[in-house]
């Protein structure tokens, strides 16, 4: 059976991996971390909240039964202090460790005093700031409970001098991230002496947790009340109910601390002041330091057992979730040269694989280059300017020109021609547009499928090269299907389709007489049927050309894309050294950091999983 010993042991041990592993709440991992699971949070605690001169230090040393925090004016406590007590067998020397000096133990307690400080000054130096850091210090000794305590930063109202104006707010949002918490039992302390309507512990306890659930009051310096007025109304529950007792507290006064007066002493006089006081005798038994330690550390075992299920369960949530993104994060790359090179080649085939199925369908993009084909291409075939190249003028113009001085004497063959091959020439543009527009999509899948490719997303470098070995080989594909698409365009003008001009009818002379006059062949008729026929031949020229050109352009850019895309790369990148190919294989600092982040977050929780599986849970 778990014992209390054992339950409040195992999340001791719990919490000083979250520290050495980086998990301490909230944001304490930084950017990297920002979506890491954290442990920390789920942990049941106890967290002493109050104002400064509250006589919140003082408590935690009559609980521990030693001088041990630093003292002095305004903020002492700047960052959060993880006080773990170990309930030692008598005679044992009590003795106190840091999670920061593990193999350190300081038996002189003002040493730990010393410590606390110079530690506090490594992080927040001396300019009063805070940290939300915290300092894992553990206490061993016949004298304590098993308890656990985080002392936070004093609330204060005011900025002192040295320190910003945001520090109020900031202190404040530090404790609340703690107390917030649901697991977080909050240890209110509040002075006997001011009016527990403007404690700023009870205030802030009262927001987090309005129904008392979570919140134990304590009331210090009960013995500096003025005379004639006493505090039963609040121990007693009645002027601030909450579901756990008031506890009242006695600490030293500041001449019995300038005196050093004994703790133990100190804890004989506080029991003295409560068996003997009229107005708290009938409470004695449920007053002091001792009492309070007794009361947290029976109800954090309990909160512990409780919650145990639910940290088990996030635990292995979370243990899959983290392997699962180190999975799609990728292990850190091989050294060796033989090993780096085929993980190259594996990412490129990775990227293959990806920009296929942007043009076989399986992904968006390949789609608009059907696009071009089917609206691009027609759209711009409609609207070549044939209608001005076959007006009347211009086949007179024409026409009359190739003539020369000799008019024709059957059919103007040549003006034929030459209104054909004006005509043809219009295609060039359409042909050379189909090209770039295919090849403009290309490049962007290229773009795309680089980003798709998750197992690239490490390598910035390696993706670069990719793209510029991609779009240098897209742009030599482009350059093969221009000259290929033109050449279509050019074989149209090379030789005309006879048939087409045979099956044309003849023209019908006055008479039935087929000598046509040279007045008659320059009739404005006879113009509009050589504009008539050679735009019918244009029409069938465009009509191949439309079927012609998709072809050309897919033959030449998609398929060979398809085929070959990084042939050229393969063969840069297998006579690379090794340092060319590591430097290939540079990755992305901040995934990186990512990767550790992950991989120490995923320490933590098999640690925890294994610290919590070796408590014996037996009824």
């Keep these: 059976m778990a014992t209390m010993e054992s339950l409040i042991s195992l999340v001791n041990r719990i919490q000083r991996a979250c520290t050495i592993l980086g998990d301490y709440g909230g944001d304490s991992g930084g950017a990297a971390a920002a979506s890491l699971p954290t442990l920390w949070e789920s942990l049941p605690s106890v967290a002493v909240v109050g104002g400064q001169s509250s006589g919140k230090s003082s408590v935690l040393e009559s609980i521990v039964g030693r001088d041990f925090l630093p003292r002095g004016s305004g903020i002492v406590t700047r960052r959060p202090l993880v006080l773990q007590l170990h309930k030692t067998e008598p005679g044992i020397t009590e003795y106190a460790e840091f999670l920061h000096k593990q193999r350190e133990r300081f038996t002189d307690f003002a040493m730990v005093r ?47 001098e040295g320190q910003p104006e945001s520090i109020v707010k900031d202190i404040e949002n530090m404790v609340r991230l703690y107390v917030e918490k649901p697991n977080c039992i909050i240890l209110a302390i509040t002075p006997a002496n001011q009016d527990i309507a403007t404690s700023d512990a009870i205030k802030l306890a009262r927001e987090v947790d309005p129904a008392g659930e979570r919140t134990f009051g304590v009331l210090t310096k009960l013995d500096l009340m003025d005379k004639g007025t006493n505090a039963q109304d609040v121990l007693e529950g009645r002027a601030y109910p909450l579901q756990h007792p008031w506890v009242g507290i006695v600490n030293r006064s500041q001449a019995d601390i300038n005196k050093n007066v004994d703790m133990i002493a100190a804890r004989q006089r506080e029991r003295e002041f409560f068996s003997t006081s009229p107005d708290y005798g009938h409470l004695a038994g449920r007053m002091g330091s001792e009492y309070l330690a007794k009361l947290l550390s029976k109800h954090l075992e309990s909160v512990i057992k409780t919650r145990i299920p639910g940290i088990t369960s996030l635990i292995n949530r979370s243990i899959d979730d983290l392997e699962s993104e180190l999975d799609h994060l990728g292990r850190p790359v091989a050294i060796d040269a033989g090993a780096q090179l085929y993980t190259i080649l594996e990412l490129c085939r990775a990227f293959d694989r990806v920009f296929k199925e942007h043009l076989d369908g399986g992904r968006p993009g390949g789609d608009r280059i059907y696009g071009v084909f089917d609206y691009q291409l027609p759209t711009a075939l409609r609207k070549l300017p044939f209608d001005r190249h076959l007006s009347l003028q211009n086949v007179r113009k024409v026409v009359s020109e190739a003539d020369g001085y000799q008019p024709h004497l059957i059919a103007p063959e040549q003006g034929y021609r030459r209104l054909i091959d004006g005509a043809l020439n219009y295609f060039r543009g359409p042909a050379e547009a189909s090209v770039d527009a295919v090849h403009f999509i290309l490049k962007e899948i290229v773009r795309r499928s680089i980003g798709e490719t998750q197992e690239l997303k490490r390598f910035p470098t390696l993706q670069a090269e990719i793209a510029s070995a991609a779009y240098d080989a897209l742009e030599r594909f482009r350059e093969d299907s221009k000259k290929t698409t033109l050449r279509l365009v050019e074989m149209e003008s090379s030789y005309l389709t006879v048939d087409f001009f045979r099956k044309l009818p003849l023209e019908e002379e006055k008479g039935g007489d ?20 050679v735009s019918s031949y244009v029409g069938m020229v465009s009509q191949t050309l439309r079927n012609s050109i998709p072809k050309a352009v897919v033959h030449c850019q998609v398929k060979e894309a398809k085929r070959s895309l990084l042939d050229h790369f393969y063969t840069q990148v297998g006579k690379k050294e090794g340092k060319q190919l590591a430097a290939l294989l540079d990755e992305d600092p901040a995934l990186m950091e990512r990767r550790q982040k992950c991989a120490r977050r995923l320490e933590l929780y098999k640690n925890a999983r294994d610290e919590i599986d070796s408590v014996s849970w037996a009824a």
């Design 514 to 533: 087929p000598t046509v006059s040279n007045v008659d062949r320059y009739a404005e008729g006879h113009f509009r049927r050589i504009g008539s026929n």
């Design 114 to 160: 010393k410590e606390i400080q110079d530690e506090t000054d490594k992080i927040t130096g001396k300019s009063k700031q805070i940290s939300p850091v915290p300092i894992h210090l553990s206490i061993y000794s016949p004298n304590v409970v098993n308890l656990t305590l985080i002392d936070l930063p004093g609330l204060t109202k005011v900025a002192v």
